[in-house]
């Protein structure tokens, strides 16, 4: 197996974990939700040869707090993700899109 066919495995696997993850994520602290969702996007990125470098004169958000963005790519949430846990505000077209319901139950 060539190493793009490898990371196409892994993703499609990485993907089907939330299927799996979702009955346990219910049962977790809000801790360990939010620790779920910072490893899950961490590994997502990792899989996608993704190289996350935080600067040492960046600053974590400290909780509660609300971080701004510019949509950059499809990729931001999943770096804000792994760096801290986040809830996302998106426009409604997306409510019919394939995948997007069910994780947002």
């Known amino acids: 197996m060539d190493a793009a066919s490898w990371r196409l495995l892994r993703l499609c696997l990485h993907i089907l974990r939330v299927d799996f993850a979702a009955t346990s994520y219910r049962r977790e602290s809000r801790g360990g939700q939010l620790m779920m969702i910072r ?7 990792e899989i996608l040869n993704v190289e996350l470098r935080i600067g040492a004169d960046s600053v974590a958000p400290v909780a509660p707090s609300v971080t701004v963005a510019n ?21 409604a077209e997306i409510r019919g899109w394939p995948f997007i319901v069910p994780c947002a139950k």
């Open 39 to 45: 490893d899950w996007s961490w590994h997502l990125l």
């Open 71 to 91: 949509h950059m790519s499809w990729l931001d949430a999943f770096v804000i993700n792994a760096i801290q846990p986040a809830r996302f505000v998106a426009k």
